[in-house]
């Protein structure tokens, strides 16, 4: 069992700044890799962003926020972080952070989800 929890959204303007937490806890032997998803209304879940969570630290982006975005990660705290910068309102999303045993940009190769935080970027 793992229990994740995230933090950090809130409202920005277009151009501005968020960063994203997510804090694991309970039985994290498993735990590969670290992702970031978001969900629209009426969209489907979508890949952001993931990190191996041992080794080297390889990382994912999607192309829609390549250069954009950046996920980090701190072991001592077992924390994630996403740093979101030039934001523009086609990110306003739910994000949810989650672990699984797989470095992959699909969302089923996780097997624990955090409650999601809301993000909402105005024009």
């Known amino acids: 069992q793992v229990q994740l929890v995230e933090s950090g959204g809130g409202l920005v303007q277009a151009g501005g700044s968020l960063r994203l937490s997510c804090t694991a806890s309970?039985?994290?032997?498993?735990?590969?890799?670290m992702g970031w998803f978001r969900q629209a209304p009426g969209k489907e879940r979508d890949f952001v962003a993931a990190i191996r969570w041992t080794g080297l630290g390889t990382t994912l982006y999607a192309d829609s926020v390549k250069g954009r975005f950046t996920i980090s990660r701190d072991r001592a705290k077992n924390t994630v972080y996403l740093q979101m910068n030039s934001l523009k309102p086609e990110d306003t999303a739910v994000y949810y952070c989650?672990?699984?045993?797989?470095?992959?940009?699909?969302?089923?190769?996780?097997?624990?989800w955090g409650q999601g935080t809301q993000v909402t970027v105005s024009s």
């Open positions: 309970g039985r994290t032997f498993s735990s590969y890799a």
């Open positions: 989650a672990t699984g045993g797989l470095l992959t940009a699909r969302n089923t190769g996780y097997d624990y």
